[in-house]
C-alpha cells in the first residue's frame, strides 16, 4: 500500500492520549505513529486524515495551521456501543504545490476506497473535495455530491481553482462524473441570482438554511443518496465557534450540524466525509470539540447503518403506484425501517446518464404530496437531469 505520502499523528497528541482513561476512543484508535508507522487496516472500517492544504484559499495569507487540537479533543471522547475498528492515519502535508497536494490526496483516498474503508478528512481549504471526488474516477461511474455550505461554490470555472469556485472544475472537467450536486443550508445573500438560476438550470439541489432549520428531516433522503459529503464550518453560526472561525452571525448551530453528520454517516452509500475550512486560533477550544463531535456523530451514523435497499427481495418492502399528470410514479417503502424510494424511469430513446431506472430516496411526505397531485421537486429535478 502506497501511504508515503502520509505523516504520523504528533508525538505530543500521543503523550496527551497516553493519560486519559482506557476507555476513551483515542485510546481504541489504531494510531499511524512515528515509532510503530502505519497500522494494518485489514479490519479497519473508518479512517482519519487530515490534509494541511489551505493555499487555494481566497483569503490566504500565508498561515500554516496543525490539527492537534482536534485529534486532542476527538481522542478524549467516549465511543458508543460502536462495533466497526477506525483507524487515524496521521496527516498528508503540503506537497510543493497545492496541485501535489491534490494527488496525494487522491492517491491517498483511492486506496481506501478501494479497500471499502469510509476516509473522514479533516482539512483545510474546502477545494480539497476536488481531489476527494477525482478519487473516484477508476471505480465509479456516477458521483453524488453534498456540501453542507452557506455559499453553492460555483464561481468562475475559467479561473485557477478556489475554495469558492472548485465546483465549476468539477462539472467541467473531464472524465464527466458528477450526477448530483446538492447544497444544504445555502444562505440566499451569499450566493448571486445567476448562481442560484445555475444551480436550477443544471437542476441540482439546494436547501436553504430556513428550509432545514425548520424540519432537519429533509436531510436525511439527500444524504441517502450521497456518495461524497463535504463539510464546510462556515455553514456554522459564529456563536457556536472561536474567533478565526466566526464567518455568519447565522448558520447551523451544534445540534443541528452533529444531527446533519449522523445522517451522512446512517447513509448506506456515503463512502467519503470531508471537513473543510477550519482556522485554529488561541481560544480554539470550542471548535476542536465542535469538529470532534461533528465526526463523534458521523462514526456513530455509520456504526447505526441498516441494509434497507435490496429491492430484489419483494417482502422486503411495499410497492405504491400514483398516477398524476399522466405519469405513473412508483414508491417503495422499506418494511425493515420505514424509509422511501420513488422510481426514476429509464427512456431508451434519449441519451440518459442512467443505463437503467434507478430508485431515488424520498420521504413520506413525497407520497402523500404525489397523492394528493403535487409531483415531488425531487423526482423532478432527477427526472429532467437522467433526460439530458
Known amino acids: 500500500m502506497n501511504f508515503s505520502f502520509l505523516s504520523p499523528v504528533q508525538d505530543l497528541v500521543l503523550a496527551h492520549n497516553e493519560l486519559l482513561s482506557t476507555q476513551v476512543l483515542g485510546r481504541k484508535l489504531k494510531i499511524h505513529s512515528q515509532q510503530h508507522g502505519i497500522p494494518e487496516l485489514d479490519d479497519v472500517k473508518i479512517a482519519i486524515v487530515g490534509v494541511l492544504e ?26 458508543g456501543n460502536w462495533y466497526l475498528t477506525i483507524a487515524d492515519l496521521g496527516d498528508i502535508q503540503k506537497g510543493e ?7 496525494a490526496l487522491q492517491t491517498t483516498l483511492t486506496i481506501l476506497l478501494e479497500k ?24 465509479s461511474s456516477m458521483v453524488n455530491i453534498v456540501n453542507i455550505d452557506s455559499k453553492f461554490d460555483l464561481g468562475d470555472s475559467s479561473r485557477p481553482i478556489k475554495n469558492n469556485s472548485y465546483l465549476g472544475k468539477i462539472i467541467l472537467e473531464q472524465p464527466y462524473n458528477l450526477f448530483n450536486y446538492s447544497t444544504l443550508g445555502y444562505q440566499t445573500y451569499f450566493n448571486s441570482q445567476e448562481e442560484i438560476d445555475l444551480m436550477e438550470k443544471l437542476y441540482f439541489e439546494a436547501y436553504r438554511l430556513g428550509e432545514i432549520s425548520n424540519n432537519i428531516s429533509f436531510v436525511e ?12 464550518l462556515c455553514s456554522i453560526k459564529s456563536s457556536e465557534v472561536s474567533v478565526k472561525q466566526k464567518f455568519s452571525p447565522n448558520g447551523f448551530d451544534g445540534k443541528e450540524i452533529c444531527a446533519i453528520s449522523r445522517y451522512a ?23 476542536a470539540l465542535l469538529l470532534a463531535q461533528i465526526i463523534w456523530y458521523f462514526i456513530e451514523g455509520v456504526n447505526c447503518r ?13 410497492k405504491f403506484t400514483v398516477l398524476i399528470e399522466n405519469q405513473e410514479l412508483i414508491f417503495y417503502k422499506s418494511n425493515k425501517v420505514g424509509r422511501w424510494w420513488i ?8 441519451n440518459n446518464k ?4 434507478t430508485l431515488l430516496p424520498c420521504m413520506y411526505e413525497d407520497y402523500l404530496d404525489a397523492s394528493n397531485g403535487k409531483i415531488p421537486e425531487r423526482w423532478y429535478k432527477a427526472y429532467k437531469k437522467n433526460s439530458v
Do not use: C, H, W
Not at 54 to 79: C, H, M, T, W
Not at 306 to 318: E, G, I, L, M, R
Not at 343 to 350: A, H, K, Y
Open 343 to 350: 422510481e426514476i424511469p429509464f427512456s431508451p430513446n434519449v
Open 306 to 318: 441498516v441494509k434497507d435497499d435490496d429491492f430484489k427481495d419483494k417482502t422486503s418492502y411495499q
Open 54 to 79: 489551505n493555499r487555494n484559499a481566497v483569503n490566504y495569507i500565508g498561515e500554516d495551521f496543525q490539527l492537534s487540537e482536534i485529534r486532542k479533543a476527538l481522542y478524549a471522547l467516549f465511543p
Open 97 to 103: 504545490t497545492a496541485e501535489d497536494t491534490y494527488f
Open 221 to 232: 433522503p439527500v444524504m441517502r443518496d450521497a456518495n461524497i459529503v463535504s463539510l464546510d
Open 354 to 357: 442512467l443505463k437503467q431506472f
Open 116 to 139: 471499502n474503508i469510509i476516509p473522514i478528512i479533516i482539512g483545510g481549504s474546502q477545494d480539497l473535495t476536488y481531489a476527494n471526488y477525482r478519487a473516484y474516477d477508476d471505480f
Open 265 to 287: 454517516g446512517i447513509s448506506n452509500k456515503v463512502s467519503s466525509f470531508g471537513l473543510y475550512e477550519y482556522r485554529p486560533s488561541k481560544d480554539d477550544d470550542a471548535t
